[in-house]
């Protein structure tokens, strides 16, 4: 079963390490939980996802999420985003902004620790700095942080 504080302990962590990351993007965030997280913390906040079904009053994008989106974030976030994963890391590294992703399953089918690398990799790959961190809670909890 998941962690139910997954998404504040995401949240407050996302706003200790970028305290001037005021506007987000959070790819693949499904309901909004992390938004609405995000929001009650300062922060505008923007949800992409397909799912009809979402948290009231958020700001929500239902539609995929693309490296041709305009880049109107200081941030770009995932919290479980499976295949968007990738996405979320190729997509700072083109428009220069940092991103936090909290990693579950892999897009291609790799196993979970040489996922984490290749992420860690491919963020290195595009000129950032990628440093790991754990959130105290039960579940995948290993965040990967680019600058």
């Known amino acids: 079963m998941a962690d139910k504080r997954r998404f504040d302990l ?5 706003v200790a390490r970028y305290p001037g990351a005021l506007r987000v993007f959070d790819v693949a965030g499904g309901m909004g939980m992390l938004n609405e997280a995000l929001t009650l913390r300062g922060r505008t906040c923007t949800t992409y996802d397909v799912r009809h079904k ?4 958020l700001k929500f ?3 995929l999420f ?3 989106e305009p880049c109107g974030a200081d941030l770009v976030v995932g919290m479980h985003a499976d295949g ?3 996405l979320i890391v190729e997509y700072a590294g083109k428009h220069g902004i940092p991103f936090a992703v909290v990693p579950c399953c892999s897009d291609n089918s790799m196993p979970y620790k040489p996922w984490m690398r290749h992420l860690k990799e491919l963020g290195e790959s595009l000129g950032m700095q990628v440093d790991e961190v754990e959130l105290p809670m039960g579940g995948r909890a290993r965040v990967l942080l680019g600058r």
Not at 10 to 14: Q, Y
Not at 54 to 57: E, F, N
Request: hydrophobic share 40%; aromatic share 6%.
């Open 10 to 14: 995401f949240a407050d962590l996302l």
């Open 54 to 57: 979402r948290l009231p009053g």
């Open 61 to 63: 994008e239902e539609r």
């Open 66 to 68: 693309t490296l041709d």
């Open 84 to 86: 968007a994963t990738r």
